[in-house]
Structures are given as C-alpha cells and as structure tokens.
C-alpha cells in the first residue's frame, strides 16, 4: 500500500505536463480529421489549407519542431517524476501549444463560414477545438497565479478563489467562463488576468456568435 502511494505522489508531480499533453493530442486529433476533400473550392479553402499545412508541420512525427517538443515533454514528465522542476521548459511547450491553438482558431473561423459539403466536418472539428480551448486556458489561469506566489514583491493575488485553488479550480473557470463572462466564486484582481479573461470571453463569442450565425443558415437554406 505504501509503494502505491508513493507511486501515486510521484506520478502526480507532472500534472501540469499531463494537461499540456492533453492539448497536444486533441491539437494532433484536430488537424488529422480536417478533411479538406469536404470544402468547396474557393478562397476560403485555400487559406484553409495553408493553416493546416501549418499545423501539419508542427503535429507531424517525421517534422523537426513536432519531434523536439515531443522529447521536451518526455524530458520534462521524467523531471517531474524525480522531483525536478523546469519552469523555462515548461513555458516553452506551454507557449508552442498556444500558437498551434491560436492556429486552429483561425481554422474554426473559416471552416464557420467555408461552404462545406458534410456538415458533421465542423461538428468534428468543433467538438475536437473546445477541450483545446478549456485547456489552454485553464494553464494560463493557472501560471498568471503561479508567477504570484513565485514572486515575493507581488501585492496583489491576480486570481482569487472562494474555496483554496487548485488546478481543478482552474479548470472549472475555464470551463465556466464558456457560459457567463464572471463566474460568483472568481475575482480578477490585476490587469494581466482582467486580459486575459477579457480575451477568453471574446473568443466564446466569435465562436458561438459564428456557429449561431452559421445554425441560422443552415437552417434557412433546408
């Protein structure tokens, strides 16, 4: 029972690496299933393809970047494991994933108003896109306070919780911010985090205010 425990302690320490990979594999999942046989030729599926061949290079096994991130990570979980912690390397994942996200932002945009062929092709992508964003914004809620309570001359909390904060918490308010702009349990406190959630409602509303926008005329051209 003791070595489970144990186990258990040091297979918990690189949590943070476990939610990256998280974003890592719905980013791979995303780009393999963007079937651009489904869009009509045009503009807009030119441009498609030049985000995916974007994204293609930095998911692909055989690509230089995708290879390097992967031995990081590797690297950085084993870190973890013995009780290392590599803030700098972190980040750098942390930072390479939210360009591939910012990417596929720019993809579900065009693909809301691309005229596609198999409508189930966006719910896909959208249903692989939204663990992608609840992700990525939870670990940049997470490091706003983190850099906190790393740095001693800080006054101000940037992110404040009713309950004591967890990496649940941060998760949840990433998942709730999906719903309502300011969740009861949550303040934001500095004007880092006020940005950052600022940006996060925006990107609910271009998302949901296309896909409306798109539900509309599908269901007016039936």
Request: glycine residues 4%; contains cysteine.
């Amino acid at each position: 029972m003791a070595f489970i425990d144990a186990l258990t302690k040091y297979l918990s320490r690189p949590r943070e690496i476990y939610f990256l990979m998280i974003s890592y594999l719905f980013t791979t999942a995303f780009n393999r299933s963007l079937s651009l046989a489904e869009i009509e030729d045009g503009r807009t599926k030119q441009l498609l393809m030049d985000t995916n061949f974007f994204l293609e290079n930095l998911t692909s096994l055989g690509h230089p970047l995708n290879s390097l991130f992967l031995l990081a990570t590797a690297y950085l979980m084993v870190s973890g494991v013995v009780g290392r912690n590599n803030r700098l390397g972190k980040d750098i994942l942390a930072i390479f994933l939210s360009m591939c996200w910012l990417v596929e932002l720019l993809s579900i945009n065009l693909l809301l108003i691309a005229p596609i062929k198999d409508p189930k092709l966006l719910l896909v992508e959208m249903l692989l896109f939204l663990p992608i964003i609840i992700v990525s914004f939870a670990w940049w809620y997470w490091r706003i306070n983190y850099s906190y309570f790393q740095n001693n001359e800080a006054e101000t909390e940037p992110i404040t919780f009713k309950a004591p904060p967890s990496i649940l918490n941060y998760l949840y308010l990433s998942i709730d911010t999906f719903f309502k702009y300011q969740p009861s349990y949550v303040s934001f406190n500095t004007k880092s985090a006020k940005s950052l959630h600022l940006f996060h409602a925006i990107v609910r509303l271009n998302i949901l205010g296309l896909t409306l926008g798109r539900a509309v005329s599908l269901a007016t051209s039936a």
